[in-house]
């Protein structure tokens, strides 16, 4: 039997307190799952600096991956012998499904700045070169590691296959919307996954919901409306991710000033330098990132001391509302008095805006613009979602956007009371 | 601070108007490719490369009051037209060192070209790691609906060569 039809003898099942169980069948999946490369995603949370507001939100890329091969699984099932559906497909949709995460790094978002890297560059990366999730997938085929590759990067021909995996309402979205509501405890977030993979139907290059099944939609674009505002947009999760923004910083600007580090910073320094190759990237995770945070609260610099130590110890930035319309001369101001305090502004004084975040919102968006959510009316026609639902209208055009000022206010109320200085950033920060 | 949303403040300061999400979308990720240094991270979607940041930055930009956006709607679609405001312009007043100059040019370049050929330019720059030969296949592949000719293929080559020559 060719390797891409080989079977397990039994089924294998792996416990989830999302989907209850994720079932594997194919013996390429399996194999898939026991890779070094894989496992990696074991020690990459999926929230990244969350876990420091949310206690609970401790779930890894590997828990999310492995859910959303399960529910790209479960709507095959019942995409088969339907129209548009090709069965010669599965196996590329489930590959794709469980190794669309594979390049993410330790708190991938803030890496990502700072270090001027894409993740998505290094799931191809993994997946086209000389790994052993390559290998594997060579296995199946020559060409079916470019296949996996085109489906994650969205450039693969049959578009109804990429939509599973990457659309306005996909495999991806179901799962993490479900899995950080149940890890942060909140109780956003949670839709009727079951009744919309019940009316899911496949078309030529897309997939779209029958209009029976609006509802249940409705349910989910209110659960990604709250869940942005409510765990991914928190203002507390931007303090630790600005932190931890500036540590990377500070530490690639002392390297580049041939600082001497107490210990070589040996799994970071191929990134300083802008050449990091997959073997690095690969050895690179989130514990090993918290040891060097650890190690870099005894360094002499006292920048980075005291970035790490509020990362590590969740001593975290305070923050006011900041309109960068009407408080621009303030902010220079304030740019001013921090320096005159011996307060660094260019690492203790951070604006951050909602779209420094990788989460979006449902928007119907203009024709040609991106595809959005269609339903399918029992003419066979297709409607997009909002033109339909009247809670999906409403919502889409809310103001979605705002803007933080960061900064230490201990440091700042450490200042002499004498101090005009400390006075007038008083002042403005709180009226 | 805001460096980002000052380069785009930048750019519609070069522009009239601009009519038009998708193109929008398209022209920067052109000027990005020609070297612009924009920052916001493009992924390739239904219709071509698609930056969601760029989409919310510009959402930002409109509600703070920097940009004018305008909703009009056609006998069969709707489009949307931008356009730099006062608050804009005295945004940009606080990054005096913001220059940049070739960019006009190509600006004007793009102006006389239809949505749909800058879609077909951002797609073959998207795949800008592959032969010409390539390109052109993988085009094909995944805007088969869009039926490009020939002629439109070498329009589009012709006018990324000279894209990246300016």
Redesign the interface.
Known sequence: MAYKDEKLHEEKVFKDPVHRYVHVRDRVIWDLVGTPEFQRLRRVRQLGTSYLTFHGAEHSRFNHSLGVYEIVRRIIENFENRPYWNHEERLLCLTAALLHDLGHGPFSHSFEKVFKL?H?DYTRAIILGDTKVNAILRKVEESFPQKVADVI?????N?LVVSLISSQIDADRMDYLQRDAYFTGVSYGHFDMERILRVMRPME??VVVKESGMHAVEDYIMSRYQMYWQVYFHPVTRSAEVILTKILHRAKELYENDYTFFLEPYHFTSFFKGEADLEAYLKLDEAVTLYYFQIWREEEDPILSDLCDRFVNRHLFKYVEF???LH?SE??ELHQLFQKAGIDPEYYLV?D???DLPY?FY?P???????PIHLLQPNNELKELSRKSEIVEAISGK???D?KLYFPKDLIEGLSNRSKTKKRIMEILYG | ??N??AKLVKFFSQCDEVV???RL?KMIYILKKAGFPFEE?Y?????GP?S??L???V??LC????LQETWEKKSN????RYALTE?GEE?LE?YPNMTFPRMTGLIEGMNGKS?RFL?LVSTMM??DDLTREEVEE?VQ??K??QNYTEEELQEAWSFIDRMLQQ
């Open positions: 894409d998505e990067n969205k450039t693969y021909e578009k290059d897309q309109n960068p319309n621009m902010w220079m604006v805006s909602s779209s979006d928007r968006g203009e024709d040609g613009e991106r595809l103001k979605r956007t803007h | 601070m805001l980002d949303h038009g999400r998708k979308q991270r992924q390739f979607h239904f219709y698609y969601e940041e989409t919310l930055r959402e930002e509600n703070l009051g920097f679609y709707s489009q949307y608050g945004f606080h949505s879609e998207y795949f993988k592949a995944v088969s609906k």
